[in-house]
C-alpha cells in the first residue's frame, strides 16, 4: 500500500507537524512499508469479535468529588512560553474584521 | 572488600537500619560512581545532587530517631538512592521526555508512583534518559544522545528506559524508576543484565507519567534482582483516585521467605522461539527453564496462535493514542515556542521543529489509522485483533500459572545498527508487546551471557494483576543462580 507524497502532506497538515521535502518523501517510503507490514491484520476474520479498547474488567471507579489542592498557579505559568498578565500569550485566533 | 555501591538493595537497607553506613555516605558513593561514569554511559539527563544529599540528610535523621527510640521500623525505601526515568513528573524538576519540544519543562506536580516514595523517604539522585516519549527501543531516539550499555559502550541499552537500565547495571544507583508501554522496562532490563518489572495495567497510577500509548502504558522499575525491586513495587502500587484507569483493588503483601515453587505450572509457548531468534538466547532461556524444572516446577509448551499479530496491532494502536496525547505540545503552555502571527502557523513550525524523526514517524502513522477512510480497516481492526491477543493469555492461563519466554530475539545491538529503517527496529519489540497489549504483568532477568559477553534475559507474564507469582518465581531462581550478581567490566 503506497502512501503518496499528497498523502504524506494531508496527514501532516492533520497532525499539525510542518516537514521538509527530504522528510515527505521518507515518511512516504516508511509509511508504507509499515502499512504493508500490517496489511497482514486484513486476513484475519474478526467477523464477530468486539474491539478491545482497554483491557480494565471494570467501569471507571467514581471518586469523591471533593476540592483538593492543585498545582499552583504560579507553578503552570512559570512554563509559558509566553504570557501577558499571568494569561497564556498566543496569536489572534479570530481575524479582527470577522 | 564490598564498596557501598556494590551492595545490594536490600543490603544498603540493612546497613542503614544497623547503623554501619548512613543515607548520605550511600547517596555519595553513587553520586561518586555517576561522576566517574556518566561521561561514558550518559544514563542521566537530569542530575539533582543537592536534592539527592538534602533527602538523604533528612532520611539519616529520621533513622537516627528511630534507633534511639525504636518503634515499627521505618519505611524499607527511606534512604535508598534511586534513578526516575525521565518521563515521570517531578515538582520543578526539568523533565523532558528526551525531547526538545519539552526543554526547559518544570512540572507543576509530581507522578503519583513517584511521590509515594518520597513520601517513604527515597533519595532521587536524577532523571535519566529514554528514547523520545519513550518511542524507541534502544535510546538512541533521545533528543540527548544515546545512553551506552555498560557491558559494551558501543551498543545499546535497549530501551525506551535505558537510561535506568544502564544506570542500575552501572550500579549508579540501586534500583530506578520506568515505563514500559511495549517493553520499554523488560527489553532494556535484559539488554542490561538486571531486572526490570511491568506491572499489570491498572496496578500502578499513570498520574504524572506523561502520555504516550494511553491503554498500554504502565509504570514499573529496575533493580538488580527481584527481591530488590519489590519494596518500589510494594511502595508504588495501589489504587489513586487521580487515575481512573488504576483500579481501585488491595494489592497483596508479597512474601519471599521460604518460597517453593513445587507445583507451580510454566508454559513455554512455542511462537517465541522463532526463526532468526540469536541461538544463543534460545539456549540460555531454555537452560533457565530447566532450572525451574530442577526447582519442582511442571513445564509445558503453550501455544499463543496470534503472537505474529501483536506487532502490526501495536504499531497502529499505539501511534494512534500517541497521535491523540502529542496533540497538547502546542506551544501555548510550555515548552519553546517558533513565534509567528498566525497561530496555525505557529502550531507547524513549532510541532515540526522540536520533535523527533521517530515521534513525527508515529504521529503521523497513528493521524492515518485514524483519518476518516481507514479508521475501520486499521484501528478498528487492530482493536479486534487486540481481542484476540488478549484471548490467546486468557485461553493459556487455564491451564499454566505463568508463561516463560525470550525478552528480545537477540542480546544488545551496536549503536547506529538499525540505521533509518523503523520496521527493523520495531521487529525488537516482538516478544514484549504482547503482555501491553493484553495488560498483563511480566519480569525479565538475566539468564546468562551470549559469546560477546552481553546479557540473555528471559521474560516471566503472569495473569493479570499477578504480580505476587512473578517475584516469587523470580526470586527462586536468583537464589539459585548468581547470573543477576554479574558486573559490568567498566
Not at chain 1, 36 to 47: F, G, P, Q, S
Not at chain 2, 102 to 128: I, M, N
Amino acid at each position: 500500500m503506497a502512501i503518496t507524497i499528497e498523502e504524506v502532506r494531508h496527514i501532516a497538515a492533520l497532525a499539525r507537524l510542518r516537514l521538509t521535502p527530504a522528510e515527505e518523501k521518507r515518511y512516504s517510503e516508511q509509511l508504507s512499508a509499515i502499512l504493508d507490514y500490517a496489511a497482514r491484520l486484513k486476513e484475519v476474520d474478526t467477523a464477530d469479535i468486539p474491539p478491545t479498547a482497554t483491557v480494565l474488567p471494570l467501569q471507571a471507579p467514581l471518586r469523591e468529588d471533593a476540592a483538593r489542592p492543585g498545582p499552583s498557579r504560579e507553578g503552570i505559568m512559570q512554563n509559558a512560553p509566553s504570557q501577558e498578565e499571568g494569561m497564556f500569550r498566543v496569536p489572534p485566533v479570530f481575524d479582527a474584521e470577522e | 572488600m564490598t564498596t557501598l555501591i556494590d551492595l545490594s538493595l536490600l543490603e544498603a537497607v540493612e546497613s542503614l537500619r544497623g547503623g554501619d553506613v548512613s543515607s548520605v555516605e550511600l547517596t555519595q558513593a553513587c553520586l561518586e560512581r555517576m561522576e566517574a561514569l556518566e561521561p561514558k554511559v550518559c544514563a542521566f539527563l537530569e542530575q539533582t545532587p543537592e536534592l539527592a544529599l538534602q533527602q538523604a540528610r533528612a532520611a539519616d535523621q529520621k533513622l537516627t530517631t528511630w534507633r534511639k527510640q525504636g518503634g515499627d521500623p521505618p519505611p524499607i525505601m527511606l534512604g535508598i538512592p534511586i534513578a526516575v526515568k525521565d518521563v515521570l513528573c517531578m515538582q520543578d524538576i526539568p523533565t523532558t521526555c528526551g525531547s526538545k519540544i519539552l526543554e526547559g519543562f518544570r512540572p507543576p506536580y509530581t507522578a503519583t508512583s513517584v511521590q509515594r516514595l518520597l513520601d517513604d523517604g527515597v533519595v532521587v539522585l536524577g532523571k535519566t534518559n529514554t528514547d523520545e516519549f519513550a518511542m524507541g527501543s534502544s535510546t538512541e531516539n533521545s533528543a540527548y544522545g544515546p545512553t551506552h550499555n555498560p557491558w559494551d559502550l558501543e551498543r545499546v541499552p535497549g530501551g525506551s528506559s535505558g537510561g535506568s537500565a544502564a544506570a542500575v547495571a552501572a550500579r549508579m544507583c540501586y534500583a530506578a524508576l520506568g515505563s514500559d508501554t511495549g517493553g520499554s522496562i523488560r527489553q532494556p532490563a535484559s539488554f542490561c543484565g538486571v531486572t526490570g518489572l511491568k506491572t499489570s495495567y491498572g496496578r500502578v497510577s499513570r498520574y504524572g507519567l506523561i502520555a504516550y500509548g494511553s491503554s498500554l502504558d504502565t509504570v514499573g522499575g529496575l533493580a538488580r534482582s527481584a527481591a530488590d525491586f519489590l519494596p518500589l513495587f510494594t511502595a508504588m502500587a495501589g489504587y489513586d483516585p487521580l487515575d481512573s484507569t488504576c483500579m481501585p483493588v488491595e494489592v497483596p503483601e508479597i512474601s519471599l521467605e521460604d518460597i517453593n515453587l513445587k507445583g507451580l505450572r510454566i508454559g513455554v509457548p512455542k511462537e517465541y522461539f522463532i526463526e532468526g531468534i540469536q541461538p544463543e538466547v534460545e539456549e540460555k532461556v531454555r537452560a533457565a527453564v530447566d532450572l525451574f524444572k530442577e526447582l519442582g516446577v511442571t513445564v509445558r509448551e503453550i501455544s499463543l496462535p496470534h503472537t505474529d499479530l501483536a506487532l502490526p496491532v501495536y504499531y497502529l494502536i499505539a501511534p494512534a493514542e500517541a497521535s491523540a496525547n502529542l496533540a497538547r505540545y502546542d506551544a501555548v503552555r510550555f515548552g519553546p515556542r517558533l513565534e509567528s502571527d498566525e497561530l496555525l502557523e505557529q502550531y507547524l513550525a513549532t510541532r515540526g521543529a522540536y520533535f523527533g524523526s521517530e515521534v513525527k514517524r508515529r504521529i503521523m502513522l497513528g493521524t492515518y489509522a485514524l483519518s476518516a477512510g481507514y479508521y475501520d480497516a486499521y484501528y478498528g481492526q487492530a482493536q479486534k485483533v487486540r481481542t484476540l491477543i488478549k484471548g490467546d493469555f486468557e485461553a493459556a492461563f487455564e491451564s499454566v500459572d505463568l508463561i516463560a519466554c525470550p525478552v528480545a530475539p537477540t542480546t544488545a545491538f551496536r549503536i547506529g545498527e538499525h540505521g533509518d529503517d523503523p520496521l527493523s527496529m520495531y521487529l525488537e519489540d516482538v516478544f514484549t508487546l504482547p503482555a501491553n497489549l493484553a495488560g498483563v504483568p511480566g519480569l525479565a532477568f538475566n539468564v546468562g551471557f551470549d559469546s560477546k559477553g552481553m546479557p540473555i534475559g528471559m521474560q516471566l507474564k503472569a495473569p493479570h494483576l499477578n504480580e505476587p507469582s512473578l517475584f516469587h518465581a523470580a526470586h527462586a531462581y536468583q537464589q539459585a543462580t548468581s547470573w543477576h550478581e554479574e558486573k559490568p567490566p567498566l
